[in-house]
């Protein structure tokens, strides 16, 4: 047996627990959906290619890039393969590092993506005062009830907002004058719009907002009901209540967006996308 031989066999070894899969022109490994600890390298979703589909090619062309949030590094991958000259990607889950340089190593790219240590409680603090060309990222965006155990990439807070939040505070000073902020997420809102993401962007963001939509969200009840079923940390009665407060704060739908900023006059502005559902 060849040394390759050896190699061919002990990456289908471990890999036949993993998920490949394609993307445009490259590969990702994750973990598969059934996965159940709190480590889970997220596989894909429509949001990535939505994200990937948005990116701005004449912005990010020998951009340096910063995303918060590596996971499986497909973002990363996709933001070189578009023509970034580097990307800087911060991560706090160790064993999606792991994965995220895999993927890396998978596709040719070592030396234009560095993955370095995100700060759970100032996810700014391993940046500071650095401004970069391109900033992405695919937060953690699920609703998620308070006091409760909950995937890594997924958990922020009652509307999956909280991590949005906390990006729209500092994104602007970390864009060069001419740079671009893109991130994708869920939001809440009504059957028209995510009304919850557009208020949290008329607080923070002083530039140009441009929220592209997927045109069929989905009812914010039956949301909850795909996220939390068969979860053994999350209980009926917690879901029941989200849906309450839900109610009561006029959320009815769950929307796919991709948010653009750029520095620039106070504006927002939603458009439609394509479908990715």
């Not at 996965?35 to 004449?58: A, K, R």
């Not at 807070?157 to 939040?165: A, I, R, S, T």
């Not at 809102?189 to 441009?210: C, H, R, S, V, W």
């Amino acid at each position: 047996m060849t040394k390759m031989d050896v190699v061919n066999s002990m990456l289908e070894k471990a890999l036949q627990d993993k998920k490949i899969s394609r993307i445009n022109d490259f590969l990702v490994i994750t973990d598969k959906a059934d996965y159940p600890e709190m480590d889970q390298v997220i596989p894909l979703f429509p949001e990535q290619q939505f994200f990937l589909d948005e990116i701005v090619v004449d912005k990010i062309n020998g951009a340096e890039v910063l995303e918060i949030g590596v996971g499986s590094g497909v973002l990363s991958i996709g933001a070189i393969k578009a023509g970034a000259k580097r990307v800087t990607a911060l991560e706090i889950n160790p064993r999606a590092k792991i994965f995220a340089g895999f993927n890396i190593m998978l596709n040719g790219l070592e030396g234009q993506i560095e993955i370095a240590d995100g700060d759970r409680h100032d996810i700014w603090k391993p940046v500071a005062g650095k401004q970069f060309d391109y900033l992405i990222s695919n937060p953690p965006f699920e609703p998620t009830p308070p006091d409760t155990e909950y995937f890594l990439h997924s958990a922020s807070g009652l509307y999956g907002l909280d991590f949005v939040e906390t990006l729209f505070r500092e994104l602007d000073d970390h864009l060069f004058e001419k740079g671009h902020g893109q991130i994708v997420t869920g939001a809440p809102g009504n059957e028209k719009e995510p009304f919850m993401l557009l208020d949290l962007a008329n607080q923070y963001l002083p530039g140009i907002t441009t929220v592209k939509v997927e045109p069929d969200p989905l009812p914010y009840d039956e949301a909850l009901e795909e996220l939390f079923t068969g979860m053994d940390t999350i209980t009926v009665a917690q879901v029941e209540n989200m849906k309450e407060q839900a109610k009561k704060e006029g959320v009815s739908h769950w929307h796919l967006c991709v948010l653009h900023y750029e520095k620039g006059p106070k504006t927002i502005k939603v458009q439609p996308s394509i479908p990715y559902f």
